[in-house]
């Protein structure tokens, strides 16, 4: 449901042929479900995805990280300010400005605890879904990734 501009309550109409839209409505329910459980923590999807991706790749400059997360660079450093205040990551020193960046103590403490509940997430979203449309969801999400 949504709220119109004049304040009446509306259904969503579920014909709208917006790929696009009807996508992107479809991730904000699947972000919410994510929220709820790693609010828990303290963190973001979005910060959880940095602390494992830093976690498997480190240490990991800021350019080889934009480029798996597929984020701009400076997205990317804007996002990573955050978990750096927090002390969840530290960057060493390099070359120019690709200073490579690993998870301190805390930070690895803090990806694990999210991961048993990013875990939970998966698995409501996985029950909801079933094994045989979970397999042609990843393979359709697959197949627009490489679009």
Same mark, same amino acid.
């Not at 996508?23 to 602390?51: D, H, M, V, W």
């Given at each position: 449901?949504?709220?119109?501009? &004049?304040?009446?309550?509306?259904?969503?109409?579920?014909?709208?042929?917006?790929?696009?839209?009807?996508? &992107? &409505? =479809?991730?904000?329910?699947?972000?919410?479900?994510?929220?709820?459980?790693? $609010?828990?923590?303290?963190?973001?999807?979005?910060?959880?995805?940095?602390?494992?991706?830093?976690?498997?790749?480190?240490?990991?400059?800021?350019?080889?990280? =934009?480029?798996?997360?597929?984020?701009?660079?400076?997205?990317?450093?804007?996002?990573?300010?955050?978990?750096? &205040?927090?002390?969840?990551?530290?960057?060493?020193?390099?070359?120019?400005?690709?200073?490579? %960046?690993?998870?301190?103590?805390?930070?690895?403490?803090?990806? $694990? !605890? =999210?991961? %048993?509940?990013?875990?939970? =997430?998966?698995?409501?979203?996985?029950?909801?879904?079933?094994?045989?449309?979970?397999? !042609?969801?990843?393979?359709?999400?697959?197949?627009?990734?490489?679009?």
């Amino acid at each position: 449901m949504y709220i119109h501009e &004049r304040g009446d309550i509306m259904e969503y109409k579920s014909n709208i042929p917006c790929h696009c839209f009807r996508l &992107r &409505r =479809a991730g904000n329910k699947l972000t919410e479900i994510y929220n709820t459980y790693l $609010a828990q923590c303290g963190l973001t999807p979005g910060q959880f995805s940095l602390l494992s991706q830093i976690r498997q790749n480190e240490p990991v400059n800021t350019s080889r990280l =934009a480029e798996i997360m597929s984020l701009d660079r400076t997205t990317l450093v804007r996002n990573l300010k955050s978990l750096e &205040r927090e002390e969840y990551i530290t960057f060493s020193h390099g070359k120019g400005r690709e200073r490579p %960046i690993s998870l301190t103590v805390t930070g690895k403490e803090k990806q $694990a !605890q =999210a991961e %048993i509940l990013w875990e939970q =997430a998966q698995k409501k979203f996985e029950n909801t879904l079933g094994s045989d449309k979970m397999e !042609q969801f990843r393979e359709i999400l697959d197949t627009i990734s490489k679009m």
